[in-house]
């Protein structure tokens, strides 16, 4: 029988594939590339060229492309042959270093956020070495970074790769600080927890919701919801379990190393975890797990739904962002260690983390606004929109201790030095696990808990890396050149708890007094979109990306417009898909039912019943609909005026007030419709329908 490790990245060009086919000495140089970041020259690369298609045609592949990451959050490709004509006419399969290094897609209509204007569309693509190339679908795929002629990144993979360069450098420097000559890199790791839905795929194809959106935009409460919490962690369904069985496969062979998997609390969604990775490969493995969950649920007659909120009512979905830091030489730095030396080095990334999180909490939050995840963050179930970090209390004390020169531990009273004591041992996994924080410490790493379901984990993990980098730039400054390296460590760390204690919470996240605590202790509660978007364009937050070079200006006002804009289409496509279901569905079946029980209780006026039910319902029925219409207007009314709207920030807003308001009110006259309708005149699957189907 064939094992998980026979297959295990099968499909991928990996470093045993390129040390059996690559000749010693362009290994060698493959890897200093990998290592250091060093460019590859165009011999070498004709060589890796060489070695990568003959490798892929082995596997079946034809084609090839650069695979990358626009600005839509999803991925994109454009397939090449290796077909060529040699000179005597004949057909050759060729692949050079050049096509490797570099491509040309004619990527005109993804969005540039006015970066590249449409005339001088061409963008190119470059090879990202960090990432290895794999085979998918019988097609070489070429993990490349997007950019325009003039250097602009137009992708989700450049700033992420400028962001992991920057915490590089500034996490050097400061284990230089504690004698660690021999790290030569420092990397984040990420490790992202998805979360999706399962439906059966033929009632997914009567809901045009569903298929124009990614969520349900009408749907009465079904009888039974998540309330028996009978669905976490339950008995995974025979159907479901031969998608996961699957899916699992797939990604294996693609070297996604997916670990776990298990139903989540709301009926029909389930969680896949992978172990965790560099935070560059992560995200690549991330966007390879969602695509081929979408691929495979269809292959087993699903849908998968990777929307934040598919269902009202309902848990959404989620991603929890795992990231730590770690050296090429083992060292996890949010690890605590055994040592006095190795805790004070711990307390001082674990200070940079808060401190960074503190600084940034706006950027932290824009980094997971989209119109989807408006409908989880402060929701129910989701962490709040405001950003604050839980790190347990057994640290929570410590810290205290420190920062108040107050004796810690119940056994020895002692004063804790920095540098001088050993950290009381406190049990990783007792940590309590707060399942409220929007950012958790969990005993080596943090979990950051905010990002919806849907997006790139690349946004979030740009602003951690270089906010920590900022922060650690900081300390570098302070502690580079001082006489008495303990005290002054022990002092910055001292000074550091005081002034960014505020964003430590270890309470309930989810109850309403943290937020009116929150709004005391000064922290941002941006609760949507439009609210939040504006603060990208703040002087501390531009300066932040420029300096560390992760972001130009003119990069960050177009991701910035990109992403206004987005959230306009978003709701816009929403709303006329609400009028577009109760115009030509919802009331015309709502009437038709009226006349049925109009029929009827004429008939049986007949036989001299007259105060039938019938009559009732008609009564009841047609006030909810004449309702419902009249909202169904209003909302038609809100869509002119945003068109008028030139300016992205006030047109976001405008959505976010007239036309989402509108649909909420409509949603709600509709949905009442929906329980006073019989279920063979209603035009679409209910929620039960959608929730239970899978079985
Ligand atoms: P759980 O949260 O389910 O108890 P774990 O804490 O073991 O499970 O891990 C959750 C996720 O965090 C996994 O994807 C795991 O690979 C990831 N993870 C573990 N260690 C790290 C690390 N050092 N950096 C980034 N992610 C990590
Ligand atoms: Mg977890």
Request: some cysteine; hydrophobic content about 40%.
């Amino acid at each position: 029988m064939q094992t998980v490790s026979d297959f295990f990245a099968e499909n991928v060009f990996d470093e045993s594939v390129m040390k059996a086919r690559l000749p010693r000495e362009t290994y060698k140089k493959v890897q200093e590339s990998l290592n250091y970041g060093k460019r590859l020259d165009i011999a070498v690369a004709n060589v890796v060229a060489n070695a990568m298609k003959d490798w892929a045609i082995e596997k079946g592949a034809t084609h090839y492309t650069h695979w990358f990451q626009p600005m839509t959050g999803i991925t994109a490709e454009k397939h090449d042959s290796f077909i060529h004509t040699s000179s005597d006419g004949k057909v050759i399969m060729e692949f050079s270093g050049k096509e490797l290094i570099q491509g040309e897609p004619d990527a005109s209509s993804f969005p540039s956020g006015g970066l590249r204007a449409t005339f001088e569309a061409r963008g190119y693509t470059a090879w990202d070495p960090t990432s290895f190339a794999f085979i998918k679908d019988g097609v070489l795929c070429i993990p490349t970074a997007f950019c325009s002629y003039g250097g602009e990144a137009l992708d989700k993979k450049t700033p992420l790769l400028r962001s992991m360069e920057a915490i590089n450098r500034q996490a050097l420097r400061v284990l230089k600080l504690f004698g660690h000559d021999n790290v030569t890199s420092v990397k984040t790791t990420v490790g992202p927890e998805q979360e999706y839905f399962l439906v059966d795929a033929d009632m997914y194809a009567k809901r045009k919701d569903l298929i124009y959106t990614g969520r349900t935009l009408f749907g009465a409460k079904p009888p039974k919801g998540q309330e028996l919490e009978d669905h976490y962690f339950g008995v995974i369904k025979p159907r479901v379990q031969a998608f996961m069985k699957e899916l699992n496969e797939e990604l294996w062979k693609l070297g996604v190393l997916a670990k776990t998997e298990h139903n989540e609390v709301a009926p029909a969604q389930h969680e896949l975890a992978p172990i965790f990775a560099t935070t560059n490969i992560a995200t690549d493995h991330n966007q390879l797990t969602m695509e081929l969950m979408q691929k495979i649920a269809k292959r087993h007659n699903m849908v998968c739904l990777l929307h934040e909120k598919p269902f009202a009512g309902v848990n959404g979905s989620g991603k929890h962002n795992n990231w730590s830091i770690s050296t090429d030489t083992g060292i996890n730095l949010l690890e605590p260690g055994d040592t006095p030396y190795e805790n004070a080095q711990f307390l001082l990334f674990l200070c940079a983390v808060i401190k960074a999180v503190d600084d940034y909490q706006e950027l932290l939050r824009i980094s997971v606004a989209s119109a989807g995840n408006d409908h989880r963050l402060g929701a129910n179930e989701a962490p709040p929109a405001v950003v604050s970090m839980f790190i347990g209390s057994e640290l929570a004390d410590i810290l205290h201790a420190i920062e108040t020169d107050t004796p810690y531990g119940a056994k020895e009273k002692e004063i804790l030095k920095v540098g001088v004591h050993v950290l009381p041992k406190f049990p990783k996994d007792t940590t309590d696990r707060n399942r409220t924080s929007p950012f958790a410490f969990t005993g080596n790493k943090f979990e950051f808990r905010m990002l919806g379901s849907s997006a790139s984990i690349s946004d979030a993990n740009v602003v951690l890396n270089t906010a920590v980098a900022e922060e650690l730039r900081q300390f570098a400054d302070e502690l580079e050149g001082v006489t008495d390296f303990p005290a002054a460590l022990h002092a910055l760390i001292k000074k550091t708890i005081a002034e960014h204690k505020r964003i430590i919470f270890n309470g309930n996240g989810y109850d309403d007094a943290w937020i009116a605590e929150a709004e005391k202790r000064g922290l941002a509660n941006l609760k949507t979109t439009p609210e939040c978007l504006p603060y990208m364009l703040h002087e501390k937050n531009v300066s932040l990306f420029t300096e560390h070079k992760v972001y130009t200006e003119s990069e960050i006002k177009s991701r910035f417009e990109i992403a206004a804009e987005n959230y306009c289409k978003v709701i816009s496509i929403e709303a006329k898909t609400m009028i577009d279901m109760a115009r030509h569905d919802i009331l015309p079946a709502v009437s038709k039912y009226q006349h049925e029980l109009a029929d009827t209780a004429a008939a049986k006026k007949q036989f001299g019943a007259d105060d039938t039910y019938e009559v009732d319902l008609v009564k009841q029925i047609s006030k909810q609909a004449a309702l419902a219409y009249k909202e169904l207007k209003a909302l038609e009314d809100t869509l002119p005026a945003a068109r008028e709207i030139t300016d992205t920030e006030k047109c976001a807003k405008y959505y976010r007030e007239s036309v989402f308001n509108a649909m909420n009110a409509l949603r709600i006259s509709v949905d009442e419709l929906e329980t006073l309708t019989a279920a063979d005149y209603w035009p679409y699957p209910s929620y039960a329908d959608l929730l239970f189907s899978v079985r």
